[in-house]
């Protein structure tokens, strides 16, 4: 596998599941970041781990709940979800440095759908 | 206030002919970078070119440029010769700020169409 990839690509589930979704990155990246894309919205940054350590969190609700075991690996569990968190959500890598650039590699996201 | 905004959310262009996307942005910070990505129809989002606030001289990656108008807060994507596989939504994002940790800004997106 090369890239960052996701999974499940389509999620179904009703408000009462737990789910979880996994993003890899396969880019020796340090940073992750996750993202949600709703229809005629900008994406919306959720959360973002550098070096493994959660950094931002853009005041997500708490049904939202990420997971970096290490740098390669981040994790989005989810439970007790609404309908309006029907959305695509997209998860992110870069390299942190000092320069100036650090374009964001995207994975194909995740379709959830909330019933 | 809209940290990236988009103005065209729907374009057509001829295949063969070039287009070009809007984009301006707001930002106090002397130092940011601009970003454009491609997202086709499968999701997945494709980073497409890069310009930094202290930059020269326009990006330019094959065929595509940016026309980076630094005084007008402008960052327009312009793709030459189009081909079909050129249709997708289109992204422009911005990083504020020198620390590349920095979060990401993106604008709601031009849907462009390449026509045969």
Redesign the interface.
Known sequence: ETGVTQTPRHLVMGMTNKKSLKCEQHLGHN?M?WYKQSA????E?MF?Y?FKEQ??N?SVPSRFSPECPNSSHLFLHLHTLQPEDSA?Y?C?S????????????????T?LTVT | AQKITQTQPGMFVQEKEAVTLDCTYDTSDPSYGLFWYKQPSSGEMIFLIYQGSYDQQNATEGRYSLNFQKARKSANLVISASQLGDSAMYFCAMREGMYTGNQFYFGTGTSLTVIP
């Open positions: 940073a970041y005629k919205k900008p994406l940054l973002v550098n950094t931002e853009n695509l997209l992110a870069s390299q942190v440095t000092s320069g100036s650039r650090d374009e964001q590699y995207f994975g194909p996201g379709r």
